[in-house]
């Protein structure tokens, strides 16, 4: 049984730290000591020492956006995965699309970066999922296809069970438009496959894969229902304390459901 895994991604929002305590602060109160869902919030890289003293003694993880793949070295304005460890992260989101398609940031460096991640003891995140236009055109699959394979080279069977794979369809991100829970569920079925086919049945029958792309408390429930989607990798909701805490507790009533 795979857990449900509910990841804020802040990108560059609040604007002070004293905002993004007070947002974690809520979070960690909200959720309480003992979440039966995995939860975890990726605040912008500056306030993620200030989150992690917010979060002490609270199962929530903490997340970076983003990383280098070097460990050190002349690489202006990037941050290493030993500065992500010393600041407390546990996970990394990976080749989120506004990095690919705004930064150009390819398969090869998002590769780099996971095997990077998974050097240092980070749990990456790593994002896939086509344009509207690629679905228009019917090349979601291989689109989604060509991600993994560029992204996940050189990953064994082994280190893929500590990978958290994140659909997020660009055209349903930050947009209001959702995959239907049948859209989403297509995909994510497509992925399992692909994983099946690649690491065998028992490695993808354990590899936890979100959904992202305007999960709402309202949606989350049906979404979070489809077999093979296994959380939610959440933007603006995860920025209101209420609609995160909503969409976490949709997650803990479809995990009870699936546990009776
Ligand atoms: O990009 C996302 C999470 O990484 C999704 O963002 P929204 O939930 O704002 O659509």
């Given amino acids: 049984m ?35 869902v995995r939860v975890a919030v990726c605040p912008p890289a500056l306030f993620l020492d200030q989150v992690d003293a917010a979060l002490a003694n609270s199962p929530i993880g903490l997340g970076a ?43 090869a460096q998002v590769n780099a970066k996971l095997h990077t991640a998974l050097a240092v003891g980070l749990i990456p995140i790593v994002c896939i999922g ?47 438009l959702t995959a239907t829970p049948a859209q989403a569920q297509g995909v994510h079925e497509f992925i399992r496959d692909w994983l099946t086919k690649l690491f065998g049945e028992a490695t993808a029958a354990r590899i936890v894969v979100q959904y992202g792309g305007s999960v709402k408390p309202d949606n989350a429930a049906e979404l979070l229902a489809c077999p093979d989607i296994d959380g939610a990798l959440v933007g603006g909701a995860s920025l209101k304390e209420a609609d995160f805490l909503g969409i976490i507790r949709a997650a803990q009533v479809v995990a009870a459901k699936s546990q009776a």
């Fill in 65 to 107: 956006q983003n990383m280098h793949w070097k460990p050190d070295g002349a690489y202006t304005g990037e941050i290493s995965g030993a500065m992500l460890n010393d600041a407390g992260c546990t996970h990394v989101i990976l080749g989120h699309s506004e990095r690919r398609h705004g930064m150009g940031e390819t398969d």
């Fill in 130 to 176: 086509e344009t509207q236009q690629e679905r228009e055109g019917g090349q979601t699959e291989d689109v989604v296809a060509g991600q993994l394979t560029g992204s996940l080279a050189g990953i064994s069977a082994e280190q893929m069970v500590g990978i958290v794979l994140a659909y997020e369809p660009v055209w349903a991100i930050g947009t209001g």
């Fill in 2 to 36: 795979r857990p449900l895994f509910i990841a804020g991604n802040w990108k560059m929002n609040p604007a002070t730290a004293k905002e993004a305590v007070a947002l974690a602060e809520a979070i960690k109160n909200g959720v309480g000591p003992a979440a039966d």
